[in-house]
């Protein structure tokens, strides 16, 4: 079983649907990463937490350290919003060894 | 601040070339690190840099791998001689922070062995 499980691995919506990535993770943590890749991109930190929410724009990122959980939302969801999102942590043992999640592609249809 | 700089976009060579490739951090910035993107394996982290020292080389693949911090603005990883197996997208990232900072990534490398 992999540390850091992401689902769905594929979802494909409409535009305008509120989306909702999660994952679970199995070891403990000092911080969780939620990053995006466009196709054939770059990757872009989203944010970095480490305890309750953070907003930024369209995007929110919530984590219950207790459940060992953490969601990626996207509200009013937009077809540039296309992309894999990955979640990573960096565990306890080692703050710059990131453990990564498998991603989540994302297709936002007009 | 232009971002984490990195060059060549895109390479493609010969088995048994030299490649380098390059990148600049983010100024200010105190830790670096190379990875590489296959859709086998997903991300995985090279080597790290913490104060142009490496801290840990254990994700270099082998002999054939090496990076340099020579300062603060600039490092290179080089594949001597490459092989197809090393076709792979490198991305290097840079952090403000030693203990598991925010992580700003380059565009990437593409490189493609023959």
């Known amino acids: 079983k992999n540390e850091v499980e992401q689902s769905p691995q594929n979802l494909t919506a409409q535009e305008g649907e509120f989306i909702t990535i999660n994952c679970s993770y199995s070891v403990g943590i000092s911080a969780l990463h939620w990053l995006q890749q466009h196709p054939g991109g770059g990757i872009v930190s989203l944010f970095m937490l480490s305890s309750g929410k953070k907003k930024h724009g369209r995007l929110i990122a919530t984590i219950n350290i207790q459940e060992k959980h953490s969601s990626l939302h996207i509200t009013a969801s937009h077809p540039r919003d296309s992309a894999v999102y990955i979640c990573a942590v960096a565990s306890m043992d080692s703050n710059y060894q990131l453990i990564w999640g498998a991603g989540t592609k994302l297709i936002i249809k007009p | 601040d232009a971002g984490v700089i990195q060059s060549p976009r895109h390479e493609v060579t010969e088995m048994g070339q030299e490649v380098t490739l390059r990148c600049k951090p983010i100024?200010?910035?105190?830790?670096l690190f190379w990875y590489r993107q296959t859709m086998m394996r997903g991300l995985e982290l090279l080597i790290y840099f913490n104060n142009n020292v490496p801290i840990d080389d254990s994700g270099m693949p082998e002999d054939r791998f090496s990076a340099k911090m020579p300062n603060a603005s600039f490092s290179t990883l080089k594949i001597q001689p490459s092989e197809p197996r090393d076709s792979a997208v490198y991305f290097c990232?840079?952090?403000?922070?030693?203990?598991?900072?925010?992580?700003?990534f380059g565009e990437g490398s593409r490189l493609t062995v023959l």
């Open positions: 100024s200010g910035h105190n830790s």
């Open positions: 990232a840079s952090s403000l922070a030693y203990d598991g900072g925010e992580l700003f």
